[in-house]
T-cell receptor, first 112, second 111 residues
Framework: GESVGLHLPTLSVQEGDNSIINCAYS??????FIWYKQESGKGPQFIID?????DKRQGQRVTVLLNKTVKHLSLQIAATQPGDSAVYFC???????????FGGGTRLMVKP | DTAVSQTPKYLVTQMGNDKSIKCEQN?????MYWYKQDSKKFLKIMFS???????INETVPNRFSPKSPDKAHLNLHINSLELGDSAVYFC??????????FGSGTRLTVV
């Protein structure tokens, strides 16, 4: 399944399935994008990033895809685990002072 | 060792009071930030501070004033607290755009 990161929607997946979280970013001048994971009571934690001169980047169990034509970013999590349950945010950098602009977040719930 | 640490973790105060939140980073980063997260989890940049240059998000009320005694510290002082200031405030730091690291947050409740 997939979900758009606005108004904190919820994506519910079965343990072991793959998850896809989507994000529509706002500024075509953005040159750097980051996905963050936020668990309850904690600060956002870096997952993976991608620069605008790339369209795909892979990490351990995670892949980020960037489509600059439609200003779309996605996070794919392979073999989703209960520990992946959290709120996921995309963020873009285009402002002065290296400030990040965050999307609205998507809550991922993993069913055992 | 905690990379970005904030104090206090929880802060409950009355309307009209003045309060401060402290932030320290031991990563050697040159830029520090304050973000506000509302009840709907929306994260919004408030300030960026780099090499004594302060960049302010123009939507932040001037009751909020960041103060950076040195490169490793960025404190947030809030005057005349209002109910709408209740939120979780996150400090972060980075080296240029990279290595963006967040603290664990300060939950501010104004009553």
């Amino acid at each position: 399944g997939e979900s758009v990161g606005l108004h904190l929607p919820t994506l519910s997946v079965q343990e072991g399935d793959n998850s896809i979280i989507n994000c529509a970013y706002s500024n075509s001048a953005s040159d750097y994008f980051i996905w963050y994971k936020q668990e309850s009571g904690k600060g956002p934690q870096f997952i993976i990033d991608i620069r605008s001169n790339m369209d795909k980047r892979q990490g351990q169990r995670v892949t980020v895809l960037l489509n600059k034509t439609v200003k779309h970013l996605s996070l794919q999590i392979a073999a989703t685990q209960p520990g992946d349950s959290a709120v996921y945010f995309c963020a873009e950098n285009f402002r002065a002072g290296n400030m990040l602009t965050f999307g609205g977040g998507t809550r991922l719930m993993v069913k055992p | 060792d905690t990379a970005v640490s904030q104090t206090p973790k929880y802060l409950v105060t009355q309307m009209g009071n003045d309060k401060s939140i402290k932030c320290e980073q031991n990563l050697g980063h040159d830029t520090m930030y304050w973000y506000k997260q509302d009840s709907k989890k929306f994260l919004k940049i408030m300030f960026s501070y780099n090499n004594k240059e302060l960049i302010i998000n123009e939507t932040v009320p001037n009751r909020f004033s960041p103060k950076s005694p040195d490169k490793a510290h960025l404190n947030l002082h809030i005057n005349s607290l209002e109910l709408g200031d209740s939120a979780v405030y996150f400090c972060a730091s980075s080296r240029d755009t990279y290595g963006y690291t967040f603290g664990s947050g300060t939950r501010l409740t104004v009553v």
